[in-house]
């Protein structure tokens, strides 16, 4: 039902900047919290942030605080994560993630997630 494409992934070197954009569709944006993982080669997949849906609350993992910045437009079903400062170990799949229950807590445990996207590919050079 809900469908999530991410996009804005690519080459950049150490310090540089990307935004990665995460477009939904099957429900409104403001009815889900959303978030935003990472998989790197051969390790696990790990949390990166999320914003709930009424966009009151955000929560970053510690080793991206003050670098990146998730956001989302409502009026554009799409989320956002501005990422500054990037450095060679933020090389990783990013994947959006959406959670249509609204579970309360923290958000950081990929298994609450109950959709996600396929994707996009951020590669930082050194």
């Known amino acids: 039902q809900v469908q999530l494409v991410e996009s804005g992934g690519g080459l950049v070197q150490a310090g540089g900047s990307l935004r990665l954009s995460c477009a939904v569709s099957?429900?409104?944006?403001?009815?889900?919290?959303m978030g935003w993982f990472r998989q790197a080669p051969g390790k696990e997949r790990e949390f990166v942030a999320r914003?709930?849906?009424?966009?009151?609350?955000?929560t970053y993992a510690e080793n991206v605080k003050g670098r990146f910045t998730v956001s989302k437009a409502n009026l554009k079903n799409t989320m956002y994560l501005q990422m500054d400062g990037l450095k060679s170990n933020d090389t990783a799949v990013y994947y959006c993630?959406?959670?249509?229950?609204?579970?309360?807590?923290?958000?950081?445990?990929?298994?609450?997630?109950?959709?996600w996207g396929q994707g996009t590919q951020v590669t930082v050079s050194s």
């Open positions: 914003i709930t849906w009424s966009g009151g609350i955000i």
């Open positions: 099957g429900r409104t944006i403001s009815s889900l919290n």
């Open positions: 993630a959406a959670d249509s229950a609204r579970t309360v807590g923290a958000g950081t445990q990929a298994s609450i997630y109950n959709y």
